[in-house]
């Protein structure tokens, strides 16, 4: 293996992460990049190294004498939006709160929250079957999040939305480096979360059914988690699945209008959504600005990386590599490998909340291919990084037996 040295790729710009993007464009350019180099280069954002290739991003993410969150977690990098327990946290310090949450996502949680998950799909899904014609992006992918997250926290409605679009704003500033705005609502977020914890604190909330109040009651080391660790866990948790569920949902709807074989497959053979669920994250995987920081000088990949430097997770490529998986720009129905895809993260911080996110897009599969046909009435619109995927998705909906 060539190693390069340490000046040799440092001034490189292999890719623009911030240049617009087609449904396609991107998957054909990280092709491309992670054939000439795996681990690629860009100098947006201040400069960093692009984890392209699916064993160098594991090698990173599970690798924690290596690579650290609690430095930056994110590319780009606001400094002023706090420490969020567990995500920028390393063991032994982030395993207090990951205990708790886990407690959250265990099967039969998820079983007992499956029915009200699918009201929430049912009656976000109707109207806009009814109506025929919608951007089921906005209307749909960008709404079930909240809604759910208002029920898995014990929240109002109106709250949650709030989240949702404090949130989604909140993601648009990032996009565009505003960091003034960026700075405005992070701290309208932890507002948000403050209020949260106030509720709890003033009423009789159950520690065994509401993952605030367990939070508040847990113990780490005799003593209760510090305040201000919990106040940043929450702010952590209210946000994370907002976003990238929204864009996933619209990158499904994207697939089966291209594809009515499969639509049509699916809906003859629902059995087999949950495959079709995992394949379509390991193609439409949205994470890409994910990152880990180098604790020393080291070598991935060949290449040369020094302590401090910023590595962009770039899931959206990795889960395409074709060295570990055939065909990798084909959809295939219960490909053997399936298991080995890493939408969701591995090892210390893999996505605690991936049960429920399974869920949703499952359900969401299984209620609009049994009430309708569907497909595209324009190109989709393209969130810009951190996030691959959606954001607008033009769509007509036949109602079956219409």
Same mark, same amino acid.
């Given at each position: 293996?060539?190693?390069? =040295?340490?000046?040799?790729?440092? #001034?490189?710009? %292999?890719? %623009?992460?911030? /240049?617009?993007?087609?449904?396609?464009?991107?998957?054909?350019?990280?092709?491309?990049?992670?054939?000439?180099?795996?681990?690629?280069?860009?100098?947006?954002?201040?400069?960093?190294? $692009?984890?392209?290739?699916?064993?160098?991003? =594991?090698?990173?993410?599970?690798?924690?004498?290596?690579?650290? =969150? @609690?430095?930056?977690?994110?590319?780009?990098?606001? $400094?002023?939006?706090?420490?969020?327990?567990?995500?920028?946290?390393?063991?032994?310090?982030?395993?207090?709160?990951?205990?708790?949450?886990?407690?959250?996502?265990?099967?039969?949680?998820?079983?007992?929250?499956?029915?009200?998950?699918?009201? *929430?799909?049912?009656?976000? /899904?109707?109207?806009?079957?009814?109506?025929?014609?919608?951007?089921?992006?906005? $209307?749909?992918?960008?709404?079930?999040?909240?809604?759910?997250?208002?029920?898995?926290?014990?929240?109002?409605?109106?709250? #949650?939305?709030?989240?949702?679009?404090?949130?989604?704003?909140?993601?648009?500033? +990032?996009?565009?480096?505003?960091?003034?705005?960026?700075?405005?609502?992070?701290?309208?977020?932890?507002?948000?979360?403050?209020?949260?914890?106030?509720?709890?604190?003033?009423?009789?909330? #159950?520690?065994?059914? %509401?993952?605030?109040?367990?939070?508040?009651?847990?113990?780490? %080391?005799?003593?209760?988690?510090?305040?201000?660790?919990?106040?940043? *866990?929450?702010?952590?948790?209210?946000?994370?699945?907002?976003?990238?569920?929204?864009?996933?949902?619209?990158?499904?709807?994207?697939?089966?209008?291209?594809?009515?074989?499969?639509?049509?497959?699916?809906?003859?053979?629902?059995?087999?959504?949950?495959?079709?669920?995992?394949?379509?994250? &390991?193609?439409?995987?949205?994470?890409?600005?994910?990152?880990? =920081?180098?604790? !020393?000088?080291?070598?991935?990949?060949?290449?040369?990386?020094?302590?401090?430097?910023? +590595?962009?997770?770039?899931?959206? $490529?990795?889960?395409?590599?074709?060295?570990?998986?055939?065909?990798?720009?084909?959809?295939?129905?219960?490909?053997? @490998?399936?298991?080995?895809?890493?939408?969701?993260?591995?090892?210390?911080?893999? *996505?605690?909340?991936?049960? /429920?996110? !399974?869920?949703?897009?499952?359900?969401?599969?299984?209620?609009? /291919?049994?009430?309708? &046909?569907?497909?595209?009435?324009?190109?989709?619109?393209?969130?810009?990084?951190?996030?691959?995927?959606? @954001?607008?998705?033009?769509?007509?909906?036949?109602?079956?037996?219409?």
């Amino acid at each position: 293996m060539q190693i390069h =040295t340490k000046d040799a790729r440092r #001034s490189a710009h %292999d890719f %623009d992460a911030q /240049l617009p993007e087609g449904f396609d464009d991107a998957h054909r350019r990280f092709a491309r990049l992670r054939a000439e180099n795996p681990v690629a280069r860009s100098q947006d954002f201040g400069g960093f190294w $692009a984890m392209l290739g699916y064993e160098e991003l =594991t090698e990173v993410i599970t690798d924690i004498d290596r690579f650290t =969150t @609690n430095k930056q977690n994110a590319i780009p990098k606001f $400094a002023f939006t706090g420490v969020r327990p567990p995500l920028h946290l390393d063991p032994p310090q982030h395993t207090s709160y990951r205990r708790v949450i886990n407690h959250f996502f265990t099967p039969p949680k998820m079983r007992a929250l499956e029915p009200v998950v699918r009201r *929430c799909v049912v009656e976000l /899904l109707e109207p806009l079957i009814a109506e025929g014609t919608v951007d089921v992006a906005r $209307a749909y992918a960008q709404k079930l999040p909240a809604h759910v997250f208002a029920e898995f926290f014990n929240l109002s409605v109106d709250t #949650s939305l709030d989240i949702k679009a404090v949130s989604g704003t909140y993601v648009d500033a +990032i996009q565009v480096l505003d960091h003034d705005t960026v700075k405005g609502l992070s701290k309208r977020l932890y507002e948000i979360a403050q209020a949260i914890i106030d509720e709890r604190k003033a009423g009789s909330f #159950s520690a065994e059914e %509401d993952l605030t109040q367990a939070l508040l009651e847990a113990e780490d %080391d005799g003593g209760p988690l510090p305040d201000a660790m919990v106040l940043g *866990c929450v702010r952590q948790l209210i946000v994370t699945g907002m976003v990238a569920p929204s864009v996933f949902i619209g990158n499904m709807f994207v697939h089966l209008s291209r594809d009515p074989e499969l639509q049509e497959h699916l809906r003859e053979h629902p059995e087999d959504i949950p495959a079709a669920v995992e394949e379509f994250l &390991r193609l439409y995987n949205p994470y890409r600005g994910m990152a880990r =920081t180098a604790r !020393r000088d080291t070598v991935v990949g060949g290449q040369q990386i020094l302590a401090d430097d910023p +590595i962009a997770l770039v899931y959206t $490529a990795a889960n395409r590599d074709p060295r570990v998986f055939d065909d990798p720009d084909s959809f295939r129905l219960n490909r053997e @490998n399936i298991s080995r895809h890493i939408s969701f993260g591995r090892g210390t911080h893999s *996505c605690p909340g991936a049960p /429920l996110a !399974r869920m949703m897009f499952r359900i969401t599969l299984e209620e609009a /291919l049994s009430r309708s &046909r569907f497909d595209l009435t324009g190109d989709p619109g393209m969130a810009k990084w951190a996030e691959w995927g959606t @954001n607008h998705v033009p769509l007509e909906f036949i109602a079956m037996g219409a």
